[in-house]
């Protein structure tokens, strides 16, 4: 018959708590890493929308702007009343500024747009999201 000696009674218990303890952190940090992944994603994705949106007030302020100068009444960047979002849940802000001056004996005047798409609440929010592109333009 073998003896146990009293100091070893109980070792395979907690090794198999500390087993247990190892998996559950590992399982909890790869739960954590896989909903990052997904925040990350979804920010891409919705950072390409934001950028299209963008775009899209740019374009239209390109060609609106020009074509009825009362829209871009001076020299200091003012707000346009843009188009309505293309993209579903972004909100455009379109300003222009307007400088003329004489060259050659004709008037020549520069435009200068900014477009901006947001979305997503407040700045610094989780779901937040903006993208601003910008543009000149000669007539």
Not at 47 to 68: H, I
Not at 86 to 108: D, K, V
Not at 123 to 139: F, H, I
Request: glycine fraction near 10%.
């Amino acid at each position: 018959m073998k003896r146990i000696h009293p100091s070893q009674q109980g070792f395979a218990a907690i090794a198999a708590i500390f087993l247990v303890v190892v998996l559950a952190a590992l399982g909890g940090f790869m739960l954590t890493f896989s909903n990052t992944q997904q925040l990350t994603s979804a920010q891409d994705v919705q950072g390409s929308r934001a950028y299209w949106a963008a775009r899209a007030g740019l374009e239209w302020a390109l060609v609106a702007v020009p074509a009825g100068p009362a829209l871009c009444p001076n020299a200091v960047a003012t707000p346009v009343a843009g188009p309505p979002s293309p993209i579903e849940g972004f909100a455009i802000q379109i300003r222009c500024s307007r400088n003329a001056y004489a060259e050659g004996g004709a008037i020549r005047t520069i435009y200068t747009f900014e477009s901006i798409a947001s979305a997503g609440g407040a700045v610094a929010g989780v779901g937040y999201v903006e993208r601003s592109l910008s543009a000149s333009m000669e007539q």
